[in-house]
């Protein structure tokens, strides 16, 4: 067996990623031609003084509504309009540091297990001041049984779970949900490691 | 009914990449966790990513001498950088978009955020392309020797010349952004974010002069190799079970 290749180290997106990622409509992915939830996610990046973080590129990356992933390895005979890309960016507002995805709520995908993952949405987490990406997920608060049930969300400690749930507002319509990232402090989001 | 294909990554390796906090980069030490992460197994969620099906959506812009559209080239000196995207056991990548974005050959980027520096704008040069790699992993971008630059981190502070480079790959756990800098720059010691990365990787972020790859009459040649996560041998996976 040959010796592995060293990976490239990752350095920071610094300021002006925005010049290629993450431009003009990069935050919406369009409802798909096999139907689905329309659904708004809204929220903003903190940093560990609680100041939102002005300059964040948050990538997405979820499933379709009938829980295909739009990748040559996810063969299952499922429905799948080929333009669902399943992937999205946004930026952090400069002035708010609100960010803002527009989708389609993600069906369920298989686990390790032989059983299927709460609906959920990759993340990663980019900034000018960050060296290296952050992963993290986002789970649904109105999808308590499936997230009760969800391998991933068992291994979070109790206490910190919530910190991967995105609140649903109350009668809102597409409904929309706040998601917020927190660096630091006793309610740090879980960031993933795989 | 058709199972998926999970596959099976080896560990990132944590020790090749700069950690989340360094202070003399003074913005990681309010922008990174404190907690450990959470290691979990990949799922589909991980092992799969945009990387494929983005590819086939991009168009190409490997020109960014010309890309600006006026019809006149940029200033600056004109150079190739090519190389591959490998993962870790030396496959090509194919078919995987790279995403670049850099200062003018003056360390001038055209971005409204840039208000500080005094150094021209070039109208021919926007500082931003795309390519995709071959069938066995290669890329080849025409573009400017990007300038060094000022920025804040402490006095006196200058970037040494660079490439800013987004990769996504093949899947969700491959994502890279990195920074290419080139052969012998001066400003290799004084740079926090280069210095970020540790001792033994750091090389790996340098474009070598490559003589072969210069062009007569036309553009210094430059090489950059990229080395994503890979999956692991059959070997390997024994050995971790
Ligand atoms: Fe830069």
Redesign the interface.
Same mark, same amino acid.
């Given at each position: 067996?040959?010796p592995?290749?060293?990976?490239? =180290? /990752?350095?920071?997106?610094?300021?002006?990623?925005?010049?290629? &990622?993450g431009g003009e409509g990069q935050n919406v992915i369009p409802v798909p031609a096999e139907g689905g939830q329309r659904i708004t996610i809204t929220g903003k990046v903190f @940093?560990? @003084?609680r100041?939102h973080?002005e300059d964040a590129l948050l990538?997405f990356?979820q499933?379709n509504p009938v829980g295909r992933?739009?990748?040559? $390895? $996810?063969?299952?005979?499922l429905d799948l309009d080929p333009r669902f890309?399943?992937?999205a960016r946004a930026m952090s507002d400069f002035k708010t540091g609100t960010y803002r995805l527009e989708t389609v709520k993600p069906g369920r995908? =298989? $686990? &390790?297990e032989g059983a299927f993952?709460a609906p959920?949405i /990759?993340v990663?987490v980019?900034?000018?001041?960050?060296? $290296? =990406?952050?992963?993290t997920?986002i789970y649904f608060s109105d999808e308590e049984e499936a997230n009760h049930d969800d391998l991933?969300l068992r291994?979070?400690p109790e206490a910190r779970r919530g910190t991967l749930v995105a609140d649903l507002e109350p009668g809102s319509d597409p409904a929309t949900y706040r998601f917020d990232i927190r660096?630091?402090?006793e309610d740090?989001?879980?960031?993933? @490691?795989? | 009914m058709t199972e998926p294909l999970i596959r099976h990554y080896g560990p990132k390796a944590y020790s090749d990449h700069p950690p989340f906090r360094y202070p003399d980069y003074k913005s990681t030490v309010k922008r990174s966790p404190s907690h450990d992460l959470l290691s979990i197994v990949a799922t589909l969620s991980e092992t799969t990513g945009p990387g494929p099906i983005w590819s086939d959506i991009s168009e190409e812009d490997a020109d960014l001498t010309l890309n600006a559209g006026t019809g006149s080239p940029a200033i600056g000196e004109r150079i190739i950088v090519t190389g591959h995207v490998l993962d870790e056991n030396g496959n090509g990548v194919p078919g995987t978009i790279l995403e670049i974005w850099q200062a003018n050959a003056c360390g001038r980027y055209a971005h409204w955020r840039e208000t500080e520096f005094p150094a021209p704008l070039d109208p021919n040069f926007l500082g931003v392309g795309q390519c995709r790699t071959s069938e066995t992993g290669e890329y080849r971008f025409t573009t400017i020797k990007p300038g060094p630059y000022p920025w804040g981190n402490h006095p006196n502070a200058w970037r040494p010349a660079h490439i800013h480079f987004s990769v996504l790959g093949p899947a969700l756990l491959t994502r890279l952004v990195t920074q290419m800098y080139f052969e012998g720059d001066p400003l290799f010691p004084l740079d926090p974010i280069y210095n970020s990365a540790p001792e033994h990787s750091r090389d790996r972020m340098i474009a070598r002069y490559d003589h072969e790859v210069t062009e007569e009459n036309w553009a210094l040649g430059y090489r950059f190799d990229i080395v994503l996560r890979g999956e692991l041998s059959m070997l390997e996976e024994l050995d971790e079970s």
């Open positions: 067996m040959s592995k290749l060293g990976e490239t =180290p /990752s350095q920071t997106v610094g300021p002006y990623y925005s010049m290629r &990622l @940093d560990a @003084d100041i973080v990538e990356w499933a992933y739009n990748h040559p $390895d $996810d063969k299952r005979e890309s399943g992937f995908v =298989p $686990d &390790l993952q959920h /990759s990663v980019q900034a000018r001041g960050m060296l $290296d =990406p952050v992963f997920r991933i291994r979070v660096f630091q402090g740090e989001t879980v960031f993933l @490691d795989f | -």
